[in-house]
């Protein structure tokens, strides 16, 4: 059981745009940064977003992250079939002084 | 380029321990810290814990608390993570990553360069 929830799974149609949510609580999401990772199939995860909703160098436009009170969402635009992954929504939990990450989504682009 | 390069892969009987190493490079090791995190068979991503290499401070997840031992070699910059009396559910694949953190009225935490993995396979 995870402290993050997340759905299980997504899709959508090449090119359409999928949303991912992450839902905690005020010990996590409601009053600290929340972070988004990428893991490909056979490979490790890799940082999407920070800070809610800041992109790293090198990760294209496509990808977005929102906030708003306990909840967090992950917002994909013109959906490529390399998207195709589980993704992780993660934060810190002040109730419990550990980093938290939410049960993953598995995206299909169909 | 930031690069974190793990050790290789293991298997331990019931009750041995593992250490597992993280070697960093293209970046000032000890201005940040590494965290691990560890992802069992079909399943999410655990947090582990993480050691600061400026000055070795740790925090560990409560379930693993005196059952890890993480540490740095600042003249290698390297990292490690030992876990000892090792079970079935231990069998995993763990991740080091450069973990940055920050208190700003909010906690701004996560982790930004990962290194490749190393399975970790505990059976009798």
Do not use: H
């Amino acid at each position: 059981q995870s402290v993050l929830t997340q759905p299980p799974s997504v899709s959508a149609a090449p090119g359409q745009k999928v949303t991912i949510s992450c839902s905690g609580s005020s010990s996590n999401i409601g009053n600290n940064y929340v972070s988004w990772y990428q893991q490909l199939p056979g490979t490790a995860p890799k940082l999407l977003i920070y800070d809610n909703n800041k992109r790293p160098s090198g990760i294209p436009d496509r990808f977005s992250g929102s906030k708003s009170g306990t909840s967090a969402t992950l917002g994909i635009t013109g959906l490529q079939t390399g998207d195709e992954a589980d993704y992780y929504c993660g934060t810190w939990d002040s109730s419990l002084s550990a980093e938290v990450f939410g049960g993953g989504t598995k995206l299909t682009v169909l | 380029q930031v690069q974190l390069v793990q050790s290789g892969a293991e298997v331990k009987k019931p009750g041995a321990s593992v250490k597992v190493s993280c070697k960093a490079s293209g970046y000032t090791f000890t201005s940040y810290g590494i965290s691990w995190v560890r992802q069992a068979p079909g399943q999410g991503l655990e947090w582990m814990g993480w050691i600061s290499a400026y000055n070795g401070n740790t925090n560990y997840a409560q379930k693993l608390q005196g059952r890890v031992t993480m540490t740095t070699d600042t003249s290698t910059s390297t990292a490690y993570m030992e876990l000892r009396s090792l079970r079935s559910d231990d069998t995993a694949v763990y991740y080091c990553a450069r973990y940055i953190t920050m208190v700003r009225g909010v906690i701004i935490s996560y982790f930004d360069y990962w290194g490749q993995g190393t399975l970790v396979t505990v059976s009798s």
